[in-house]
Every structure is written in C-alpha cells, then in structure tokens.
T-cell receptor, first 116, second 112 residues
Framework: DSGVTQTPKHLITATGQRVTLRCSPR?????VYWYQQSLDQGLQFLIQ???????AKGNILERFSAQQFPDLHSELNLSSLELGDSALYFC???????????????FGPGTRLTVL | SQELEQSPQSLIVQEGKNLTINCTSS?????LYWYKQKYGEGLIFLMM?????EEKSHEKITAKLDEKKQQSSLHITASQPSHAGIYLC????????????FGKGTLLTVNP
C-alpha cells in the first residue's frame, strides 16, 4: 500500500458526460500528479500540482482539468467524454515540487474509466 | 521531448533464471526510476538512480545507470513467479519543467 488513495476504483459512463476522479496523497506529500494509461499510449503525464498550485503540465486535453484543494487532495475533471478517454487514470504524490532528482513519486491504485 | 525505449517489450523466463531489462533514453537522464506494475493495478516504486555509474539493489533486483547516463538496466537474479509483471522505467525531463516520462514497459512472465 503506497498511502495514495483514489476513488472511485471503477467508473462507467457514456460519451458526452462529465466525471470527477479523486485523489488523496500520502500524508506529508505536497505534490500530486495525474497520469493516463492506455494500451496504445502507455503511461502519459497529465498535470502536476504543488501545494495548491499548478506546477507542470503534460499532455492534458482542454476538456480535462484538475485542482488541488487546501487539504491537498486533488480532483481530475473529465468532460465531454469520448470513447478514446477510456483508460486507467493514476494519481501519484511526492514530498516536493520536482518529479525527479531528489524526489520519488508514489502511485495510487488507479481509477479505471470506461466510456460507452 | 525525452523518449524512453525499453527492451525487450516482453520476456518469458523459467523460474530460477536470470534476466535483464534495458531502458535507453534519447537524452541525458537526470533521474531514472524503475517501477513494477501488476496488470490493471498501481505502480510500485522499486528504485531511483541519479548518478552515472550508480548501482542499487533490492532483494534480487539490481538496477544500474550507465556512466553516460543515457541507459539503465534492471537485472533480476534467480527469478520467481512473484517477479512477474510489467516493469516501467521513468525519467525526469530537465529544464524548469520537471516531469516523469515513462517507457512503454516490459512484460515479464515467469513460468514455474
């Protein structure tokens, strides 16, 4: 158990809908990262928040948004869902602001999103 | 942008055999991470390497970062069925925008 929690574990929805994925980082971690994993694209970095502020952005679509709240939990909002958005969405957390060098990311168990 | 290529893409070994997985970067590696993933589950952190020539071990798994810091290898000694899974290498992109880029992964099957 990494200490990172994600809810829900599974989510099934229809095209055009909007969903919210939730992540609670490990105790003491200030950074939260979101990733999307699919069979064809592999594990793709979406966005990072550090202590409530956006720190780094990856391949995140405009239909997707995220935020980190004062209690440091984070939510990833996916809207106007398409079939291609079906994937595993992972949250990770780390102590500091940087993804590497001196920091380690610990991953949650993921949310499996199925868009029908 | 940085790209990581892992080889082989998949590997089937007999229990007790040794094996090596490689991760090659298109750019200098500032930090190289190895993770293991069971299918459909979260990633488990294995090791992080930072310095050229660095080598770390955890139980029967050893990872090295070469001197030129563009390649890393993961070696498993006397493999067991519990070693089965997907091994992913991740690397830090330099500059002011630090983020992890991952390879596509190596699927390891260990037959008893």
């Amino acid at each position: 158990d990494s200490g990172v929690t994600q809810t829900p574990k599974h989510l099934i929805t229809a095209t055009g809908q909007r969903v919210t994925l939730r992540c609670s980082p490990r105790s003491g971690d200030l950074s939260v990262y979101w990733y999307q994993q699919s069979l064809d694209q592999g594990l793709q970095f979406l966005i990072q928040y550090y202590n409530g502020e956006e720190r780094a952005k990856g391949n995140i679509l405009e239909r997707f948004s995220a935020q980190q709240f004062p209690d440091l939990h984070s939510e990833l909002n996916l809207s106007s869902l398409e079939l291609g958005d079906s994937a595993l969405y992972f949250c990770a957390s780390s102590v500091g602001a940087l993804a590497g060098g001196t920091d380690t990311q610990y991953f949650g168990p993921g949310t499996r999103l199925t868009v029908l | 942008s940085q790209e990581l290529e892992q080889s082989p893409q998949s590997l089937i070994v007999q229990e007790g055999k040794n094996l090596t997985i490689n991760c090659t970067s298109s750019k200098t590696l500032y930090g190289l991470y190895w993770y293991k993933q069971k299918y459909g589950e979260g990633l488990i952190f294995l090791m992080m390497l930072q310095k050229g020539g660095e080598e770390k071990s955890h139980e029967k798994i050893t990872a090295k970062l070469d001197e030129k810091k563009q390649q890393s290898s993961l070696h498993i000694t006397a493999s067991q069925p519990s070693h089965a899974g997907i091994y992913l290498c991740g690397a830090v992109s330099g500059g002011s925008n630090y983020k992890l880029t991952f390879g596509k992964g190596t699927l390891l099957t260990v037959n008893p």
